[in-house]
């Protein structure tokens, strides 16, 4: 099929004002829309700029602006579009670096705020464990589908919020910041809570659900979103894993030896 792809181009270096190219030739079945894009590279214009890496859906880099919605392009065929022309932008609600390349600090730096890692209760434990924290297939569950989250932007690219508020954290950053106080293993809630409770934090996203449809990875962002604010105001306190400890020169029966801390 005869596919006209419709690509945005801007090269700050030479360029007052973005614009679109046309780019015509013969889409074959199985071909993805990131397959399509280095067609184009390879075979009509080499100066075509985009980010890509795993071609699996695991990277995250090639989130672009596809037909009007946030889409990864190694995941989109291009022919189940259904239509013979085809709209390609970079990531809304981010600085344009070149061409389909969006500039990402943003969804970085927001993501760091949230402290995304395991705040351990002793500190002395953190650098020289002792043991290892228990955790159960239930208490697993309970965090798990935020932990799928790939960091490719597109949620917040959906976002209403992000676009109108640059301080606002954003979905993915609160997401994260949730899948971590659910970790039974983490001691860092209050840490975390201290960084999103203010009027252009948690409390500014007033659900359009944006993120939960543009999520390549059903991560749904704005589930997590809402079981931030509820855990604002729930007051029990969920039991934290138990330490069990290791003996690092004999092993319990049938267990292993306890690596060496790595650096």
């Given amino acids: 099929m005869k596919v006209t792809f419709k690509i945005w181009r801007y090269d700050p270096a030479k360029d007052v004002k973005p614009y679109f190219q046309d ?13 399509c894009l280095y067609y184009i590279k390879e ?13 699996m859906g695991i ?11 946030p889409r990864l392009a190694c995941e989109t065929q291009a022919l189940s579009l259904g239509t013979d022309v085809i709209e390609i932008d970079p990531l809304p609600n981010y600085k344009n670096i070149k061409d389909l390349v969006p ?5 970085f730096e927001k993501h760091k705020n949230v402290k995304p890692y395991i705040i351990p209760e002793n500190e002395q434990e953190f650098l020289n464990p002792t043991g290892e924290y228990s955790q159960t297939p239930a208490e697993l ?11 490719c932007g597109a949620c917040l690219a959906a976002c209403p919020t992000v676009g109108t508020t640059p301080d606002f954290p954003g979905p993915q950053a609160l997401a994260q910041a949730y899948r971590y106080n659910a970790d039974n293993r983490d001691f860092g809630e209050k840490e975390r809570k201290v960084q999103v409770d203010n009027p252009k934090g948690l409390w500014r996203c007033h659900m359009a659900g944006a993120c939960a449809e543009a999520c390549p990875k ?34 319990a029966q049938g267990g292993i030896k306890a690596p060496e801390p790595t650096v």
Avoid: H
């Fill in 141 to 151: 569950e309970e965090y798990l589908q935020f932990a799928y989250c790939i960091k």
């Fill in 218 to 251: 059903g991560v749904d962002p704005a589930l997590a979103i809402q079981l931030f604010k509820r855990s604002f105001f729930f007051t029990g306190r969920k039991p934290k894993a138990r330490l069990i400890p290791l003996n690092k020169e004999k092993p």
């Fill in 23 to 35: 780019y015509t030739f013969d889409v074959k079945e199985g071909m993805t829309v990131l397959d």
């Fill in 59 to 69: 990277c995250g880099s090639c989130a672009m602006y596809i037909n009007k919605k």
């Fill in 103 to 107: 500039d990402l600090t943003p969804l």
């Fill in 43 to 55: 075979n009509i214009d080499a100066t075509l700029a985009f980010r890509a890496s795993c071609r």
